[in-house]
Structure formats: structure tokens, C-alpha cells
């Protein structure tokens, strides 16, 4: 009697591993109108892959984490941080948590300070807030950070500006900071002096430069097409331990899509010695 045939076992798709980090980063934020469904996140997805991009901040898009965590592993990418809204990084700290392992991600920030604050005794509030939230996100090994703008360096009149007071007011061991060093020159601030002012606090760093254009408005640029000292900031970088650096330009700049200006930073910042 012949014998029967063992019926193979069916193979289970294998689900691809999150991508392997790389300390040059770029935020999705400067192509949210490229991200707006699925279809449109896994082409500009892939675009960025094929620039050289590996590592990415998810900030500026509505769609489900699931979603976008599906498609960072479909192309090998790692996300290293997100921005949220006031709302919900005030609100339950186990919801950010579980959004950030669902990206894979430890590091989150407040994309900017809502008008409410904009004051010494808002300042302080928010502060305290952000102790708070960070002490009980710690405890599932996730990191809260403040993103600045230029505002939090207006001196108003010779009293302390917003950004001293969230940095003395703050637990430096638990809420960090997501400077954006083009916002600290905007702000009449040097952004490398205060990278090694908070040396130890900032995770991710966003590089972003601006030049003038027919002698009006600041108008933002590919870095290092612009006016910041990169080199110091770099060194600045290297000295306090930084570990992403994340791209960011709001607008294209005139005349380039903004993917040609992604493209453009990243070989820029490869130049100056980054991975």
C-alpha cells in the first residue's frame, strides 16, 4: 500500500523587522500633503527611501499608526520620534505609549506651545504639566520633549524668556527637548550654545535653515543653503551626544518641490559627516 503523502505545513508570512536606525533623520511633517491616504504615504515612503533616508519622525499625518507602521517595515524605516497636540499628550499617558509602540518609537514632543501659555505663569503650568506627564510616560521607558518655535526667546522688556523658564522649571531627567535650531536663530538665540546648554536633553534635533529672498521675509531653505553655521551646530551635536538629527522644512523652497529639497539636506548633512 503506498504511502501517503505528509501534507506540508503552510508558511506564515513573516513580519519584516523595523528598519536599523540612522542618526540622519527627516520629518514626514514637510510632506504632509503627501501623506494624506495610504496609497499617497507608501510612494512619498518609498521616495524618501530611495533619497537615502532610513530614519523618520512621524509628524503631520492623519493616518492610523498601524497604517504607517505597516509600511516604515514594508521599506525598512525606523521612526525615532512623533509630535502631538497639547490635548493628547496631556491626556491618558498609557494612549501616547501604546501609539509609540505601535511606530516602535520611544520619543514624543509638543509640536509648540498653544497661545494659553504664551506668558511666565503659563509657561510655569505648562512646565509642571509636562513633569508630570513625562514622570508617568517614563515608566514605560518613554521620553516627552518640548519643541520650540522663536517666540520662547522674546525677552519681553528684559524678564526671563519662556525657554529659560522650561528649562529651569523642568526635570532635566525626564522632560527633554526637540530644539529646532533654525526657531533658536529666528529668535536671536545662537543654536549651538544652546545645544550644549541642554546638553543631555535633547534626543532629537530638528535642522532646519532659512535665507532671505529678495531682501524681504525670512524664508526657509535646505540646510546648509542657508545662514546657520552648520559646522558648529554639527560639532555642538557631536560634543553633547544628539542622537538624531531630523530634517525639517516646512515649505518647499521656491522654485524645488520639496522632495528635490529633502534630497538636497541630505547630501548637504552627509557632506558635513552625518549617517
Not at 89 to 109: S, V
Not at 229 to 246: L, N
Request: glycine letters at 8%.
Amino acid at each position: 500500500m503506498a504511502k501517503t503523502a505528509a501534507k506540508k505545513k503552510p508558511v506564515s508570512a513573516k513580519k519584516p523587522a523595523a528598519g536599523k536606525p540612522s542618526e540622519l533623520a527627516v520629518t514626514l511633517y514637510n510632506v504632509r500633503d503627501f501623506c494624506k491616504t495610504e496609497g499617497d504615504l507608501v510612494k512619498t515612503l518609498e521616495l524618501l527611501k530611495n533619497i537615502g533616508y532610513t530614519t523618520i519622525q512621524v509628524s503631520g499625518v492623519a493616518l492610523e499608526p498601524e497604517i504607517i507602521r505597516k509600511h516604515m517595515d514594508e521599506f525598512g524605516l525606523y521612526c525615532c520620534a512623533t509630535h502631538e497636540g497639547l490635548d493628547f499628550l496631556l491626556g491618558d499617558p498609557g494612549r501616547i505609549c501604546d501609539k509609540l509602540d505601535i511606530l516602535g518609537c520611544d520619543f514624543t514632543a509638543l509640536g509648540g506651545m498653544p497661545a494659553l501659555y504664551r506668558c511666565q505663569t503659563g509657561a510655569q503650568e505648562l512646565a509642571d504639566k509636562l513633569n508630570c506627564q513625562a514622570a508617568a510616560m517614563a515608566r514605560r521607558n518613554k521620553m516627552l520633549a518640548y519643541h520650540n518655535h522663536h517666540f520662547e526667546f522674546d525677552r519681553k522688556g528684559g524678564v526671563q524668556t519662556l525657554m529659560q523658564t522650561l528649562v529651569e522649571n523642568t526635570d532635566p531627567d525626564l522632560v527633554k527637548f526637540e530644539l529646532d535650531v533654525q526657531w533658536v536663530a529666528r529668535g536671536g538665540a545662537n543654536p549651538a550654545a544652546w545645544v550644549r546648554k541642554l546638553a543631555g536633553r535633547i534626543h532629537v534635533i530638528h535642522f532646519k535653515d532659512f535665507t532671505m529672498v529678495n531682501d524681504t521675509e525670512p524664508t526657509l531653505c535646505e540646510v546648509g543653503e542657508g545662514n546657520l553655521d552648520w559646522p558648529d551646530i554639527v560639532q555642538a551635536c557631536r560634543e553633547t551626544r544628539v542622537r538624531f538629527f531630523s530634517v525639517e522644512q516646512d515649505n518647499p523652497f521656491p522654485g524645488r518641490s520639496i522632495f528635490d529639497s529633502m534630497a538636497l539636506s541630505y547630501r548637504n548633512l552627509k557632506a558635513l559627516g552625518l549617517k
